[in-house]
């Protein structure tokens, strides 16, 4: 009987996710009601509080999925090439990221207004970024070694066993210059001048792998 109980809460569980989905992708995070949510999947407000307490929850739960999902699309990536991984590894999350908008926006995009991610979601994140800073930390980036940024890397470089501080901190500049392409690629914002952007995303990636210092 145990074992029904969780089968059938583990099932509505992921009924209230694909709900709350859904209504990400019509109204955007800041519109999400628990209120829809429960009509959606045909429960009233109160059961649905029995598996996610509080809405904040909710959208803790379904960021944390949504980094699982980018974290398992980029481990699909076999190249041992350390410039064509880390092109492999940004073209990987680009095809997410346009398969996958609303779950994209949920974890990079506009903060949901009132919402103050927990520190269970951390680890998610890192999911995403360690395969970056695996292939792109491990060494010394000269224009990323000024000492205060360098101290600020401490997190950063726990993720990945050798990695340098300056290493660490190009990663995440580029990461934020991937991320930031993504978001006006998927915003429309390339229409008219480099749409579709798939040269642009390819020059970037070059002049990421020379900053990083992969090519050989």
Known sequence: MTGVRETNR???TATILSAA???IAEHGGSGLSMRAVARQVGMVSSAVYRYFPTREALVSTMIIESYGNLAAALAEVTATDPAARWRELARAMRAWTL????EFQLIYGTPIPGYVAP???IPAAA?????FLEVGSRHAVG???ELRLTAQMGEMTALVAGAQPSGAAAVLAELAALVGMLTLELAGHFV?????ADHLVEALLDRQVATLGLTS
């Open 10 to 12: 583990t099932r509505t």
């Open 21 to 23: 989905r859904r209504e």
């Open 99 to 102: 398969a996958n908008p609303h």
């Open 119 to 121: 520190p269970e979601t």
């Open 127 to 131: 999911s995403a970024a360690r395969p």
């Open 143 to 145: 224009a990323f070694d």
């Open 192 to 196: 008219g001048s480099a749409d579709p």
